[in-house]
């Protein structure tokens, strides 16, 4: 072959390649140094946000990527869920929501990176913390230390995620959009109760990470002692003073908590934006330079996902999206101009360290220096109380308690962490649902279960058994059955009173003496365990005891928590002369699950059986039953849930398809919440809390892909009693928001340029939908000053009426912006300072087309 061919031959070679690589994405370079990851030779300052794929379904990523993407987000990230893409040892899942490669693929072709925590431990109030419950039956192991057996399935599992995404091209270096990869979780919090075999751990599991290639870096998030070339990460509700083990290693923050998960029996916890923005300001303003919200959408707990023990199935998490995929404002609104401002700091903030001037008690400025005459500044009071004025560099800036105003010319301020002049919505996204059907015309169906042993696979044992040991987490239900003998020898018939003592390592159970209830005990998320005291009456001779005990999540958290176990551990029934007689060594049948799971009840294929009994009047408020229903949704595309606020406990399939575990009937306590809670100061899980006294969650999320048209099955288990003729469907499809912005706030951080490129700026109203939602009408519009709040506007004595101009501007739309001035709104005082309030109705264009009521929404 001549030179001329080969030349040929080796440009078309590389041509091709070129167009593959093109095609599958540009090849990338992550490494690091003590200021930043380096991208391509490019420090970065990285905004990233949590998304765990199986918590909401396929055909939804897309959006929530496209909306974390607008919310100036750079990074999804998400764990791996070893117990679900590993059911069986040997046998691999990656369909459905757990289609990992999908989802990585779908962030990047949106064109964002990924942070892949593969663990495999991944704590997230997910069963078992992730980890497969086969592993906990192999002889001899010990998790997360040094035993081989535990290193060995760890170091496997984690070669075939490490192996698949390298198949698929997904590492940043083949072209794909991972950039960061995580080994362990967390580890560092209980390390201590392990010993020298924890610190062995940490070192054999850093080294068996660099060992698969990946060429990207490795973090521990939490891990003090991780060696090198291992990056220690800071998980908490503030990082700005984590520093991290090396001075070559970036400073980075894997969880900012966004809010905090929900548990049954507890009240809602809730995060003020104001402080969410000040903790992540002050994160970069000391140095900071990615920082991951955890999470930034939260989802649902299907199916039995849920941890433990008694996590309750939404994981809204007060997240910028909530459970449902809708935008949560300010939230998300607030956290975007963050994200703007902070990105038009960023040539300074990777470039120089800060450097630190005092202005006052706990008043402070890190200025970021590219010259003497160019330079960045955060201008921090962390007083938890008390507002200040202070002088910087010659100018006075009004700095509110507990906020951060960021100066990315050291002159002006475009934003200020505790001015939030984002758009709000007038409710909670996820309290804002209508009823679209009432259930209660719908024929009803029922199956009432068995009161003990039921099926031939039942078991004897001559003591009581641990539940998780027995179960093997097949089912959330044991049932414990023994009978307690009475003297026979007095006359037939009497009966005798008793005080039955039981005490259970947890979560909960139903207690029956001859197959009648005699009541209900539970423990709670802090403390599982629990003791059942009930005064019972005995029939002389054999008496039965059946006690269904039940688990609610199994643990996910805390040193040792794999072998943390559940169920009954003693049974002490009591005469009134208090002589006792401990039956926890006596003859046990158990029986693993209940019937109708046996069954199948909660199939598709058993929707006409003939098990089920139907009749007009269908039984109310009775336990251990199955109910089934059909049902219609509505065409539009609007979010669906079913309303379970008159049912007890238990669990939910529509057409098949568990949404998880309820329990309405486990009230909050009644005292302890704060609806308007100060944000000043320093945040904790149990600061802000919402909705004392009531059930944790009575909205359960229904995704739209898993109903079709014409007739839906739901099919429930109530385990305590219930009305199910009181259930209803909601959708969402309205929604009231708000502005409310002054002459002197801040123009939008997005069109704030350098002096150099200086443009007249001016604060503007910005108000928008959802997508395929526009604005219908304007419920309130006054230039002047407004006083009130978003829902209780009311016009001041300086009022100019621009209804005229705001519905021009905003009717039939998705989004509009009204800029806060005089010479577009008039001057109706002049020299007094004016604000512009809008509350406006936003709907979804397809419901209102179909006729959707609209009377509940006028004034």
Excluded at 29 to 39: R, S
Excluded at 286 to 291: A, I, N, P, S, Y
Excluded at 328 to 346: A, F, N, T, V
Excluded at 439 to 444: D, F, G, I, N
Aim: a negative charge; one cysteine or more.
């Amino acid at each position: 072959m001549g030179r001329k061919n080969t030349r040929a031959v080796v440009l078309f070679v590389i041509l091709v390649f070129a167009g593959y690589y093109c095609e599958m994405g540009l090849l990338t370079t992550v490494t690091y140094d003590g200021k930043a990851l380096v991208i391509d030779g490019r420090r970065r300052i990285l905004q990233s946000g949590s998304i765990h794929y199986p918590r909401t379904t396929p055909e939804v990523w897309p959006e929530l990527i496209r909306k974390s993407k607008e919310g100036g987000l750079d990074v999804i990230e998400t764990y791996v869920f070893w117990n679900y893409h590993e059911p069986v040892k040997g046998e691999y899942y990656f369909e459905g929501r757990f289609d990992l490669v999908k989802f990585v693929k779908t962030v990047q072709q949106a064109g964002l990176f990924v942070h892949l925590r593969i663990g495999p431990y991944a704590c997230a109030e997910w069963n078992y913390g992730g980890f497969p419950l086969w592993l906990h039956f192999i002889p001899g192991i010990q998790f997360r230390t040094t035993n081989d057996l535990f290193k060995g399935e760890m170091k496997h599992f984690l070669a075939k995620i490490v192996d698949l995404m390298k198949e698929e091209n997904l590492f940043a270096s083949q072209g794909g959009p991972i950039i960061l990869a995580q080994v362990e979780n967390e580890y560092g919090n209980v390390e201590g109760s392990y010993g020298i075999g924890g610190r062995l751990y940490v070192k054999w599991a850093a080294e068996m990470a660099v060992s698969l290639n990946t060429s990207v870096p490795w973090v521990m998030c939490v891990q003090e002692d991780a060696p090198d070339p291992i990056i220690n990460t800071c998980n908490g509700f503030y990082c700005d003073q984590f520093t991290p083990n090396s001075p070559s290693k970036p400073k980075m923050w894997t969880e900012n908590y966004a809010g905090w998960f929900l548990a049954f029996g507890y009240p809602i916890p809730y995060r003020p934006i104001e402080d969410l923005a000040f903790a992540v300001a002050r994160f970069f303003e000391t140095g900071g330079t990615f920082q991951n919200y955890y999470m930034y959408f939260g989802g649902t707990n299907f199916g039995r996902t849920a941890g433990g023990p008694l996590i309750a199935t939404s994981y809204d998490y007060d997240a910028p999206l909530d459970e449902y995929g809708f935008i949560r404002q300010p939230k998300w609104g607030h956290l975007r101009d963050l994200h703007m401002s902070i990105k038009k700091c960023e040539e300074y903030l990777v470039n120089t360290d800060p450097v630190r001037q005092p202005l006052g008690t706990n008043l402070e400025a890190h200025v970021y220096y590219k010259s003497f005459n160019e330079c960045a500044a955060f201008l921090t009071n962390y007083d938890g109380s008390l507002d200040s004025n202070v002088t910087f560099k010659g100018n006075i800036y009004f700095l509110p308690a507990w906020s951060v105003s960021i100066l990315p010319d050291c002159r002006n301020v475009i934003f200020n962490t505790a001015k939030v002049i984002a758009q709000r919505n007038l409710e909670d996204a996820t309290l804002s649902f209508e009823i679209v059907s009432e259930l209660s015309m719908t024929r009803w169906c029922w199956y009432k279960e068995k009161v003990g042993v039921w099926g031939n696979n039942a078991f004897t044992s001559s003591k009581l058994l641990e539940q998780i040991n027995t179960t093997k987490d097949a089912s959330d239900f044991l049932w414990y059955t023994t009978s307690i003998k009475v003297n026979e020898n007095n006359t037939e018939g009497q009966q005798k009173e008793a005080l039955l003592l039981v005490e259970s390592l947890g979560h909960a159970a139903l207690v029956f003496v001859n197959k009648r209830l005699v009541g209900f005990s539970c423990g709670n998320h802090d403390d599982a365990s629990f003791v059942f005291r009930e005064k019972i009456t005995l029939n002389y001779g054999s008496n039965t005891l059946d006690m269904l005990s039940m688990m609610i999540g199994l643990q996910n958290y805390g040193p040792w928590f794999d072998i943390e176990g559940a169920g009954i551990h003693s049974v002490i029934p009591a005469d009134m002369k208090n002589t006792k007689e401990n039956l926890s060594s006596t003859q046990w049948t158990y029986q693993v699950g209940l019937e109708g799971e046996y069954l199948g009840l909660d199939n598709v294929s058993l929707a006409n059986s003939s098990l089920w009994t139907q009749g007009s009047a269908v039984p109310i408020n009775q336990s251990l039953i199955w109910y089934k229903a059909t049902f219609l949704v509505p065409e539009a595309k609007g979010p669906l849930a079913v309303n379970l606020s008159r049912m007890g406990k238990g669990q939910a399939w529509v057409n098949g398809q568990s949404i998880g575990r309820y329990w309405p009937a486990y009230l909050s306590p009644s005292t302890g919440c704060s609806e308007k809670c100060d944000y000043r100061g320093s945040y904790n899980a149990s600061k802000c809390l919402k909705y004392c006294g009531q059930p944790a969650q009575i909205l359960y999320h229904i995704p739209r892909t898993w109903v079709h048209p014409g007739e839906n099955i739901l099919v429930l288990h109530e385990e305590l009693g219930g009305d199910p003729s009181k259930i209803s469907l909601s959708t969402r499809a309205r929604q009231e928001i708000c502005a409310h912005v002054s002459e002197v706030d801040p123009s939008p951080a997005d069109s704030w340029k350098p002096m150099s490129e200086v443009i007249l700026q001016t604060p503007e109203v910005r108000l928008a939908c959802e997508k395929g939602w526009e604005i219908t009408s304007i419920r309130f519009a006054s230039f002047g000053t407004p006083s009130g709040h978003c829902g209780e506007f009311r016009p001041g004595g300086c009022h100019s009426n621009v209804l005229s101009i705001v519905q021009q501007a905003c009717i039939g739309k998705q989004g509009c912006s009204i800029p806060v001035s005089t010479s577009q709104l008039g001057d109706p005082c002049p020299g007094e300072l004016k604000s512009l309030a809008i509350q406006a109705l936003c709907s979804d264009t397809q419901i209102s087309s179909q006729g959707f009521d609209d009377r509940m929404y006028e004034n």
